[in-house]
């Protein structure tokens, strides 16, 4: 080996660069499964990264190389790791590192396969994916014409069925244990949710639409076939997982189903950092997969912590140490710091902004740009306050998590259109396009894809269906735009055209035109980073960009950016300094998950996950009170609130306290924030 080859390898631990070279043959071939089970900071992601350069090296294809990650942004981090290695050692100069065309996510990478191999299966070959929200209006629309959704019936919200039949699906679980373990207020209706879910599956086969629930099932369908089986499994060498304490049992049927005797299989993972079995992840696949081999797969561990400073391990270990099912891994690190993580409280969720916001201005003052800062919540609406101080104060900043740039309305009716180009038979994007033409109603649009459903055909051929009160003329500016994207798809000025018919509805329908339409001129900016309309469709679909973001591939205006992002989506991530939000209960744990010991476990591991993203600076905020939404309609109140539970007394003497600081000491906004009276409250301490 030449220098440079081994010095990739003398980067690592010993630990680190057995999991790296484990069973690499000759021309990268693949030897047997590997596990590589260890905690937060160990360098996981890194081993992963590495051990793909070395395939590559070794003289394994890159293009019979699946990198499995938990989210796109994982997937672009992974080659960004994967390349620098590989840059390195190769001394490429200006030439680029190989492309690793197979990284993505399970459902990313399912969607290219079953657009290539669904024939196979009977899978039409137009079809198109529904994100969640369409979805759920699937649903809706079926439960509404089973006569379901009537309000005195209380049957579940579309949502809820939605998530029950995910969980059917994704848990390859019966829907009677689903009901029984996760929806139990749901049970009685069991015989009516099986029809519905018979009629859902039923709309989806004749619309040609696949959900993302469908990503997974028909790849696994695939591999249900013994012949495809054997060639998709042979496609692939080596078959790699990141995160994989957050798959699903369906994910891991699909791997075995890849890889029966796990050659070429490698997975990573933390049992301690599993926090989406809301999801039907479970963390048995970590722990079940050594044993599920002809022969069992090597496991190795990995003890040292590069990320984080020993007094910000000695907290997160406390933390999790607490737990009652873990393995037990003891994490250990040189980093030594005398600064130790601080337990900060504030009065409200407006003292909090504020703490934050000035921290992360002194944090800078010493050197921390605002991208290596995160703030981190439990769920998205948390950051709203803080949202609105950052603006006040002019700090750009960039969210992860929560509402997304393409479930605005805007964006939503453009995509339709070119959804409906790329499939005729999808309802759902029909049924909004043809509503967008004035004068047309959800029955008149209807009887507008009935006929269309029936025979595809021109639109302009429907004009009969269109009554005389709607703008004809309209109708037929829409034809015209739908047989150019029909017959003369052209990428990406496919999406200008469809803006450009867009325009009048958009000035028609909305008040704030002109800001919708940067959002737009955004979404083309988008668009022309992809190669066709179905590729920019599938994957828009699958992991949407947030719209302010860099990974978009749209460089912001101002480079530096200050990162909020719930903590599922922080995943994985590390940041110099982290401020986690509401460490009170109530919020973590979340007064949505503490109905059983299991909920309640991952409400810790949760809290875990945050506390591990930091490297240098932790900060735990707790206001003393909080805003509470009131499911029974009477509006927001506050509640005092008090420490999470899982900052006993012992763990909280391994932080900082640090007191509220006097309100006068804050230099005063320009525009302070209103105070906030809860009348509704107010009103009911009357009535007492
Ligand atoms: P998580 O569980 O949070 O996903 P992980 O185990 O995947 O964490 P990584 O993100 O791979 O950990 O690594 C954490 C940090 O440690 C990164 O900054 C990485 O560059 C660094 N690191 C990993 N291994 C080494 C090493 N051998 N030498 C120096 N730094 C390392
Ligand atoms: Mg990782």
């Known amino acids: ?209 696949l959900d993302y629930d469908d990503l997974l099932l028909y790849w696994e369908g695939m591999l249900r076939d013994p012949a495809l089986a054997a060639e998709l499994g042979a496609r692939f060498d080596h078959v790699l997982v ?13 791997l075995l189903g890849m890889k029966p005797d796990g050659s070429g299989l490698t997975v990573v993972g933390d049992d301690a950092q599993s926090i989406y079995s809301f999801r039907a992840a479970t963390v048995r696949n970590i722990l079940d997969f050594p044993g599920q081999f002809p022969k069992p797969a090597r496991v190795v561990t990995l003890e040292r912590n590069y990320r984080s400073t020993q007094p910000i391990l000695d907290a997160s270990n406390a933390v999790i140490g607490e737990s009652a099912e873990r393995y037990a891994k003891e994490l250990w690190t040189d980093r030594e710091s005398s600064r130790r993580p601080a337990l900060v409280t504030v009065s409200d969720e407006a003292g909090q902004a504020r703490w934050v916001a000035d921290n992360v201005l002194r944090n800078r003052e010493e050197g921390l740009t605002l991208k290596s800062q995160a703030v981190l919540f439990r769920s998205a609406s948390h950051s709203a306050p803080l949202e609105l101080e950052l603006a006040r104060r002019n700090i750009p900043f960039v969210k992860y998590g929560g509402l997304k740039f393409l479930e605005a309305s805007h964006i939503k009716d453009v995509l339709s259109v070119l959804r409906w180009a790329q499939n005729p038979r999808g309802r759902l994007a029909g049924f909004r396009v043809a509503q967008l033409v004035p004068g047309i109603g959800p029955a008149t649009a209807g009887r507008l894809l009935d006929a269309m459903a029936a025979c595809p055909r021109p639109l302009s051929a429907l004009l009969e269906f269109v009554p005389p009160s709607a703008a004809r003329s309209e109708w037929a500016g829409l034809a015209e735009a739908y047989r150019t994207l029909c017959e003369n798809a052209r990428w990406p000025a496919d999406v200008e055209l469809a803006v450009r018919w867009y325009l009048p509805h958009l000035e028609r329908l909305h008040d704030d035109a002109a800001a919708r339409r940067a959002d737009l001129d955004q979404l083309a900016r988008i668009a022309a980073g992809y190669g066709s309309r179905e590729q920019f469709l599938a994957e828009l679909t699958l992991d949407p960009p947030d719209a302010t973001s860099a990974e978009s591939g749209v460089p912001l205006r101002d480079e530096d950016y200050l990162i909020l992002s719930t903590i599922h989506s922080a995943k994985g991530q590390e940041w110099k300094a982290v401020y986690v939000l509401n460490v009170v209960d109530g919020c973590i744990p979340s007064d949505m998950s503490t109905g059983t010991a299991a909920e309640i476990e991952e409400e810790r591991r949760l809290l875990y996950v945050a506390m591990t993203r930091a490297r240098d600076r932790l900060h735990l905020i707790v206001p003393q009170r909080f805003y509470v939404h009131q499911q029974t309609g009477l509006g927001d109140r506050h509640v005092y609130a008090a420490r999470s539970r899982f900052l006993t007394d012992r763990i909280a003497t391994l932080f900082d306290r640090l007191p509220t600081p006097p309100q006068q000491a804050a230099t005063p906004a320009p525009h302070p924030a209103a105070p906030r009276v809860d009348v509704a409250a107010l009103l009911r301490n009357l009535w007492k």
């Open 1 to 209: 080996a030449s220098p440079a080859r081994a010095d990739y390898l003398a980067d690592l631990n010993p630990s680190q660069r057995e999991a790296v070279e484990h069973g690499v043959g000759e021309g990268g071939r693949p030897g047997g499964p590997l596990l590589v089970i260890a905690g937060a900071g160990s360098g996981k992601t890194n081993t992963l990264a590495h051990r793909v350069a070395h395939l590559v090296l070794k003289g394994a294809d890159p293009q019979r190389i699946m990198l499995l990650t938990f989210s796109r942004r994982a997937a672009a981090e992974m080659e960004r790791r994967v390349g620098r290695v590989l840059q390195k050692v190769l001394a490429l100069g200006t030439s680029h590192p190989p492309t690793l065309p197979w990284t993505g996510t399970f459902h990313g990478i399912g969607a290219r396969l079953l657009r290539e191999h669904g024939d196979r299966i009977g899978l039409a070959e137009d079809f198109t994916i529904h994100d969640r929200g369409d979805s759920e209006d699937l649903m809706g629309i079926v439960r509404h014409e089973l006569g379901l959704s009537s309000t005195e019936s209380r049957f579940p919200l579309k949502s809820t069925c939605l998530a029950i039949y995910s969980r059917v699906v994704n848990g390859c679980q019966p829907l009677d244990q689903v009901l029984r373990a996760a929806f139990p207020w749901c049970a009685a209706w069991e015989a009516q949710l099986k029809r519905l879910f018979g009629a859902y599956v039923a709309a989806k086969q004749a619309q040609h639409l």
């Open 242 to 254: 990141d995160e994989y304490q957050d798959t699903n049992r369906l994910q891991a049927a699909i």
